[in-house]
């Protein structure tokens, strides 16, 4: 089953814009997790904007479970670059805000009782009363996870996620991340500029190498799950990452 599909998809800014897509088209399989890999400024965001219906193309077809982003049954769980948690609200009122303005209604006890199951499945149980101030980076993204997956979607964006934290705390986002996905087994569609990551969590990755973008380099990642840092170290994700970053290095240099 198809989760995502670009079409011929061309969009600019404002009419008198350069264009920024170019007739793209791409496919993401439900389960998947792909990783669009390029330069700061190449369009990485613009593409979930859209995927989420908060740009419209210019022309081509975007859909999203077989329908189109501007049909109301079109959903997709987005992870911005900053957790955007409200310091006002605990953490567990910060996780259950979909419940709040979602479609369905929800009670008191449901929309409890769920926020209370998903803090637990990220290890976030013990913190539902605490404000978000009293969490480490790192505790933060999970609870921002958290949130995304009470969306309900089936497809998940994040944009660059663990770019704000230290090295350390990203390593043990990534493994963390590639856990929870292979237990929920949602399709992951994740953002990043950062060659080693892109390598570390995908099963696919697709590289912005042109500009206007007409279409995605796609490149299989030679690795099993599970993985863990020293996977990086393997012969054929060497290789991989050296093709990666000369890619994106001529397409800088252009």
């Known amino acids: ?78 992870m911005p670059q900053q957790d955007l948690l409200f310091p006002w609200r605990t953490v567990a009122e910060n996780v259950g805000l979909p ?21 637990s499945a990220v290890g976030l149980g013990d913190w539902a009363e605490k404000s978000p101030l009293a969490l480490s980076g790192g505790m933060r993204q999970r609870a921002a996870f958290a949130r995304t997956l009470l969306t309900g979607a089936e497809l998940l964006l994040l944009d660059e996620p663990f770019s704000a934290l230290d090295y350390m705390t990203r390593l043990s986002m990534r493994e963390w991340l590639l856990e929870r996905w292979q237990q929920e087994r949602r399709t992951i569609l994740f953002v990043t500029h950062d060659v080693e990551e892109a390598v570390f969590l995908s099963e696919r990755i697709l590289v912005i190498a042109e500009r206007p973008v007409r279409c995605l380099r796609e490149f299989r990642v030679p690795l099993s799950y599970p993985r863990s840092v020293e996977s990086l170290g393997e012969p054929r994700a060497l290789e991989l990452k050296r093709e990666l970053i000369a890619l994106l290095s001529r397409e800088m240099a252009v």
Do not use: W
């Open 99 to 119: 419940l709040e303005l979602g479609r369905q209604s929800h009670s008191a006890a449901e929309r409890k009782e769920r926020v209370a199951e998903v803090l």
């Open 1 to 78: 089953m198809t989760a995502l599909e670009f079409s011929e998809v061309r969009f600019r800014y404002a009419a008198d814009s350069p264009l920024l897509l170019d007739g793209l088209s791409f496919r993401v399989e439900a389960g998947e997790f792909v990783s669009i890999l390029g330069p700061s400024g190449a369009g990485k965001s613009s593409l979930f904007r859209l995927m989420n219906g908060l740009l419209a193309p210019e022309s081509g077809k975007i859909l999203v479970g077989g329908a189109s982003v501007s049909a109301k049954q079109s959903r997709c769980g987005y």
